[in-house]
């Protein structure tokens, strides 16, 4: 079973910057895309920026200018730096990678992001 475990949420004022991580128990070296999503009360999960295995990278046009996602292969971990943090980012965010064999993917269990105005 793969695993994924987000880290790097907390609180942080309006205008403040996280970095979250997601660290994935098996090599992403040939993961077609991993993403970060999120998920506020009553609201559907949303898919926030996605990295694919040749590098590219595409966001929600909400955060766009604002979030940046990248990764690093040697230690199998995706980042999703999140500057210029608004309250409507206030979400779980929950990391996700697809594989070929594994089209449906895999989850993390997601971290917390509060952002106080």
């Known amino acids: 079973q793969v695993q994924l475990v987000e880290s790097g949420g907390g609180l942080v004022q309006a205008g403040g910057s996280l970095r979250l991580s997601c660290a994935v128990s098996?090599?992403?070296?040939?993961?077609?895309?991993m993403g970060w999503f999120r998920q506020a009360p009553g609201k559907q999960r949303e898919q926030v920026a996605t990295?694919?295995?040749?590098?590219?990278?595409n966001y929600a046009d909400s955060v766009k200018g604002r979030f940046t996602i990248s990764r690093d292969i040697a230690k199998n971990t995706v980042y999703l730096q999140m500057n210029s943090l608004k309250p409507e980012d206030t979400a779980v965010y929950l990391c996700?990678?697809?594989?070929?064999?594994?089209?449906?993917?895999?989850w993390g269990q997601g971290t917390q992001v509060t952002v106080s105005s």
């Open positions: 098996i090599s992403i070296e040939n993961v077609n895309t």
């Open positions: 996700n990678a697809r594989w070929t064999w594994a089209p449906g993917g895999f």
């Open positions: 990295i694919t295995k040749g590098g590219s990278t």
